[in-house]
């Protein structure tokens, strides 16, 4: 069973920084992309950043210069550290993959979600 595995998160003070990590396990072949996205309390699923298989990373705007996306060992796990961080990156952070092929087939899935909390 494929499985996202997240670690990290936390409080931090504005201006801090944190990094936060994502496991994929199972039975796995390939996966097209690992990334982040983050929800904030009444608002919509954003992605913030993401790395694809050949190594190329996307970054949403309001994170370009401050967050660094790259993998964490493996092509099945990936970090993101946070750097200059403010209180709008207030959220939680869902780890994402894409098109993991796998004995399941070809699917994206979903981490659990961990929280980043920046406050004074």
């Known amino acids: 069973q494929v499985q996202l595995v997240e670690s990290g998160g936390g409080l931090v003070e504005p201006g801090g920084s944190l990094r936060i990590t994502c496991k994929a396990s199972g039975n796995i072949f390939s996966i097209g992309s690992m990334g982040w996205y983050r929800q904030a309390p009444g608002k919509q699923r954003d992605l913030v950043a993401r790395?694809?298989?050949?190594?190329?990373?996307d970054y949403a705007d309001s994170v370009k210069g401050r967050f660094t996306i790259s993998r964490d060992g493996s092509r099945n796990a990936v970090k993101l550290e946070m750097n200059s961080l403010k209180p709008e990156d207030t959220a939680v952070y869902y780890c994402?993959?894409?098109?993991?092929?796998?004995?399941?087939?070809?699917?994206?899935?979903w981490g659990q979600g961990t929280q980043v909390t920046v406050s004074s």
């Open positions: 790395i694809i298989n050949d190594g190329a990373t």
């Open positions: 994402h993959a894409a098109r993991i092929f796998s004995s399941e087939g070809l699917n994206d899935y």
